[in-house]
T-cell receptor
Framework: AQSVTQPDIHITVSEGASLELRCNYSYGATPYLFWYVQSPGQGLQLLLKYFSGDTLVQGIKGFEAEFKRSQSSFNLRKPSVHWSDAAEYFCAVGDRDDYKLSFGAGTTVTVRA | DTGVSQNPRHKITKRGQNVTFRCDPISEHNRLYWYRQTLGQGPEFLTYFQNEAQLEKSRLLSDRFSAERPKGSFSTLEIQRTEQGDSAMYLC???????????FGNGTRLTVT
């Protein structure tokens, strides 16, 4: 069965500093991988996805993620965070047959001025 | 693209009552998913449809839960004899049959008192 681990429950970062969120997955084959962001009381918005090809993927809002098969990781990065990036971030692995997603528990990002 | 629409946004009910939620997916999307999210956790898969056919149900979906998608368009999720443990955010998502990630609605927050 597929699963996702996000080791960091909460990260605090200064505005303008870089951000990296960790994600490790377990899946029997080549996975579909996703990062979603959720603001309080809202649904999930897709930041970026990896299906195949280039292992460094670019997303919206200046985010990027790198798929590393050898480490079973898909870490999310942003070079310079903005106050509006404060939110909860979820990594997910998708089944290639039914696109059913399994989510990690999420990482809450706080941005301090 | 009007996005995935869920109604109501909030529902407060007393234990033992029945509730029904509605999800209107993006119009050309064949697949529709229901997830449940409790505080501090990532979304957990409940069930999904391809057109009007319900293809999979999670073990989380007890006999008190039923989902329908009668014409392959909107879907309803009904919870009978609600319990306090049913309090959660219920998220609906839709996707094209292949090659497209899930697009989430803003969810229905259920509080069972």
């Amino acid at each position: 069965a597929q699963s996702v681990t996000q080791p960091d429950i909460h990260i605090t970062v200064s505005e303008g500093a870089s951000l990296e969120l960790r994600c490790n997955y377990s899946y029997g084959a080549t996975p579909y991988l996703f990062w979603y962001v959720q603001s309080p009381g809202q649904g999930l918005q897709l930041l970026l996805k990896y299906f195949s090809g280039d292992t460094l993927v670019q997303g919206i809002k200046g985010f990027e993620a790198e798929f590393k098969r050898s480490q079973s990781s898909f870490n999310l990065r942003k070079p310079s965070v903005h106050w509006s990036d404060a939110a909860e971030y979820f990594c997910a692995v998708g089944d290639r047959d039914d696109y059913k997603l399994s989510f990690g528990a999420g990482t809450t990002v706080t941005v301090r001025a | 693209d009007t996005g995935v629409s869920q109604n109501p946004r909030h529902k407060i009910t007393k234990r033992g009552q029945n509730v029904t939620f509605r999800c209107d997916p993006i119009s050309e999307h064949n697949r529709l998913y229901w997830y449940r999210q409790t505080l501090g956790q990532g979304p957990e898969f409940l069930t999904y449809f391809q057109n009007e056919a319900q293809l999979e149900k999670s073990r989380l979906l007890s006999d008190r839960f039923s989902a329908e998608r009668p014409k392959g368009s909107f879907s309803t999720l009904e919870i009978q004899r609600t319990e306090q443990g049913d309090s959660a955010m219920y998220l609906c998502a839709s996707s094209l049959e292949e090659g497209s990630p899930l697009h989430f609605g803003n969810g229905t927050r259920l509080t069972v008192t």
